[in-house]
């Protein structure tokens, strides 16, 4: 591995983010910040009563829009190669990456679901990206992110060259098909079940999909955002408690 912090952990604070010595971030592309809601109050709860002044408090719920070249640090010579290796396939590289979003000194390539394999093959197996390593894939669910709800991140590192890279993949609440990746990162396996099991994400082509935390007869998936909080029943097969709320009390 390189012993360039550049290298490894992307441009320090002094090169600044462009690797240029300006400390600037990569530009912004001319679409700017995407706000897919507006959050009232300091939690989102509201009908509580709060006194804190912060019951008025609104915020945007805005992801990071698309960056414009040059990204900086390693991160243009990673995208020109993926381009290259996809085109070389007779993949048209705008047809697979949606967009390329550079922020917190961080790279995030968005891929269309239906490229995600190849990508992924690509990024494991060109000599100049060799992205041998994948930590796992993470599920999140922005019900407000209206046609992509929910989505799937995944976490590269490449071993070869010292460089860490994220995928990231959006699919709407009512098709919540990704491919596995599994053949590629044998790693994903348990992975994939985590966020099938808590976000509902259906890997396809996994080899046994099936809960990992939650039983078998579980309903729902609850880390997503439109899961109930609390006072509901806890269930398992053939006997179900009743929620805290409605339970005997002996004091």
């Known amino acids: 591995?390189?012993?360039?912090?550049?290298?490894?952990?992307?441009?320090?604070?002094?090169?600044?983010?462009?690797?240029?010595?300006?400390?600037?971030?990569?530009?912004?592309?001319?679409a700017g910040p995407e706000v897919i809601g507006v959050r009232k109050g300091m939690f989102g709860a509201a009908g509580g009563g709060d006194t804190s002044g912060?019951?008025?408090?609104?915020?945007?719920?805005?992801l990071p829009g698309e960056s414009a070249r040059p990204y900086g640090s390693y991160f243009d010579e990673v995208v020109d190669e993926l381009?290259?290796?996809?085109?070389?396939?007779?993949?048209?590289?705008?047809?697979?990456?949606?967009?390329?979003?550079?922020?917190?000194?961080?790279?995030?390539?968005?891929?269309?679901?239906?490229?995600?394999?190849?990508?992924?093959?690509?990024?494991?197996?060109?000599?100049?990206?060799?992205?041998?390593?994948?930590?796992?894939?993470?599920?999140?669910?922005?019900?407000?992110?209206?046609?992509?709800?929910?989505?799937?991140?995944?976490?590269?590192?490449?071993?070869?060259?010292?460089?860490?890279?994220?995928?990231?993949?959006?699919?709407?609440?009512?098709?919540?098909?990704?491919?596995?990746?599994v053949a590629v990162y044998p790693t994903n396996d348990w992975h994939e079940r985590e966020a099938y099991d808590f976000f509902g994400l259906v890997f396809d082509g996994h080899p046994a999909l099936t809960r990992i935390m939650m039983p078998d007869d579980w309903q729902g998936f609850p880390q997503r955002k439109d899961y109930p909080l609390g006072g509901i029943a806890i269930e398992y097969k053939g006997a179900q408690i009743p929620a805290p709320d409605q339970r005997r009390s002996y004091s």
């Open 1 to 30: 591995m390189s012993d360039d912090p550049a290298v490894q952990n992307g441009p320090p604070n002094g090169d600044g983010a462009n690797g240029d010595g300006s400390n600037v971030p990569a530009p912004r592309g001319s």
């Open 54 to 62: 912060y019951g008025g408090l609104v915020r945007t719920v805005a």
């Open 83 to 181: 381009e290259g290796a996809l085109e070389e396939q007779d993949l048209v590289p705008e047809n697979a990456i949606e967009k390329v979003v550079v922020d917190r000194r961080e790279l995030t390539l968005h891929i269309a679901r239906e490229h995600l394999a190849l990508v992924a093959k690509t990024l494991r197996d060109d000599p100049a990206l060799r992205f041998e390593l994948c930590t796992g894939v993470s599920g999140v669910h922005f019900p407000g992110d209206k046609g992509r709800e929910l989505h799937a991140v995944y976490h590269l590192r490449s071993l070869t060259h010292g460089r860490i890279l994220r995928l990231e993949v959006s699919v709407p609440d009512s098709d919540p098909h990704v491919p596995s990746l």
